[in-house]
């Protein structure tokens, strides 16, 4: 019995589906250099860190809804939060 609800949220797409979920139909024009490395960066994390960060900062949800989302505690979410950061800030000091 379908009561109108998706089957799966929009938090639940893009963690799956991550990026290409909610692509545009073109790819844009062009992308900023600075913008460039960040991508990269993220791109060279492992699924469930980019799906913390994906989590983190493209929902507007509590952080215990994304935890559930990724299948994660509320902790184990930050602690793969704060080492997805990390790493991202590390990979672009090395870029310069």
């Not at 250099?33 to 493209?58: K, N, T």
């Not at 952080?63 to 559930?68: I, L, P």
């Amino acid at each position: 019995m379908n009561v109108g609800y998706p089957r799966a949220t929009l938090l639940a797409k893009m963690i799956d589906q991550q990026c290409r979920g909610a692509a545009q139909s073109q790819p844009p024009v062009s992308m900023p250099d600075e913008i460039a490395e960040v991508d990269r960066a993220v791109a060279a994390l492992s699924q469930l860190m980019r799906g913390v960060i994906l989590a983190h900062y493209l929902t507007y949800a509590p952080s215990e809804v994304k935890a559930r989302a990724l299948h994660l505690s509320r902790a184990h979410f930050w602690r793969l939060l704060k080492r997805a950061q990390r790493k991202v800030y590390f990979a672009l000091e090395m870029r310069r």
